[in-house]
């Protein structure tokens, strides 16, 4: 479940650690756009949560991450660039 208000829009409190992930201090551990980003990323938010989301669920925000960090899915980036 999304962590949402009534009105379905992101919480302020969510909004700032997406931020952090994507291009504040997190951001920097994952270093985002050299390959293996998304793995770092991975291992990163596992450490942060101490076991409290699934594998599944902490690949998702992975993804979603990569998304906000750099404009596309993970994997896709020589596509974006357009080097397919």
């Not at 997406?18 to 201090?25: R, V």
């Amino acid at each position: 479940m999304a962590d949402t208000n009534p009105t379905g829009e992101a919480r302020p409190g969510t909004q700032r650690l997406m931020e952090y992930w994507a291009h504040g201090a997190g951001a920097k551990v994952i270093n985002w756009g050299v390959a293996g980003d998304f793995d770092r990323c991975v291992i990163a938010i596992t450490k942060a949560v101490d076991g409290k989301l699934s594998e599944r669920a902490i690949k998702g925000l992975c993804s979603n991450l990569h998304v906000r960090a750099l404009g596309v899915r993970p994997g896709q980036e020589r596509d974006a660039k357009g080097n397919g």
